[in-house]
């Protein structure tokens, strides 16, 4: 079964700090791994996409890693802002069909405190 | 930002009533997509569009339906509204490429009571 797995559920950090998120997936044949913002009561936004060939990738203060072999991705957002108070999803595509079905993790909550 | 937008935002009604939420986009993607999502929980694929008169279901089943009129209108409908529809409903576009990147609009908060 294809699945997406991300730890920690929550997470709660002072401003200013570092934090890694974590996604592991199961999803097969493998098309992209991809990082999404979603404010509280907002659609989600896009922070990266990466293919296989691809084991890290920077967007600001984010960045992604992943390792395609052990098929575990990570999000580490550097000198942490209360705007980065969010949850972030980790979306797994394979290439199944032309349309390349997306499978969708539950989602970290981070709370940035000041 | 993202040029898709969905009305209203939040939406309260009584079980049994017709609703229907908008979905837009001026980006001119041919490929758009309905999500639920339920608090703590990942979204669910409902229905989805290749292109106008276009229409597929999702991997989520749904008593809604769709249709693709025009290339930027997405309209979902609930003819008759229970509680269990309760949920936020995102709309999406995709832009063409391998990696389909995905847009999403700011949802709309459906509560049936």
């Known amino acids: 079964k294809n699945q997406v797995e991300q730890s920690p559920q929550s997470l709660i950090i002072l401003e200013g700090k570092n934090c890694t998120l974590q996604?592991?997936?199961?999803?097969?044949?493998?098309?992209?791994l991809r990082w999404y913002k979603q404010d509280t009561g907002r659609g989600p936004v896009s922070l990266t996409i990466m293919t296989f060939s691809e084991n890290t990738k920077s967007n600001g203060r984010y960045t992604a890693t992943l390792d395609a072999d052990t098929k575990q991705s990570s999000l580490h957002i550097t000198a942490s802002q209360l705007s980065d108070s969010a949850s972030y999803i980790c979306?797994?595509?394979?290439?199944?069909?032309?349309?390349?079905?997306?499978?969708f993790g539950r989602g970290t909550q981070l709370t940035v405190w000041p | 930002e993202a040029d898709i937008y969905q009305t209203p935002r939040y939406l309260v009604i009584g079980t049994g009533k017709k609703i229907t939420l908008e979905c837009s986009q001026t980006?001119?993607?041919?490929?758009m997509y309905w999500y639920q999502q339920d608090p703590g929980m990942e979204l669910h694929l409902i229905h989805y569009?290749?292109?106008?008169?276009?229409?597929e279901k999702g991997d989520l089943s749904s008593e809604s339906t769709v249709s693709r009129i025009r290339t930027e209108h997405f309209p979902l409908t609930l003819e008759s509204a229970r509680p269990s529809h309760t949920s936020q409903y995102l709309c999406?576009?995709?832009?063409?490429?391998?990696?389909?990147?995905?847009?999403f609009g700011s949802g709309t908060q459906l509560s049936v009571l």
């Open positions: 979306v797994v595509s394979d290439r199944g069909s032309t349309l390349g079905r997306l499978y």
């Open positions: 996604c592991n997936y199961t999803v097969s044949p493998f098309s992209n």
């Open positions: 980006m001119g993607h041919d490929k």
């Open positions: 569009s290749y292109g106008v008169n276009s229409t």
């Open positions: 999406a576009s995709s832009e063409p490429g391998r990696n389909e990147k995905l847009f």
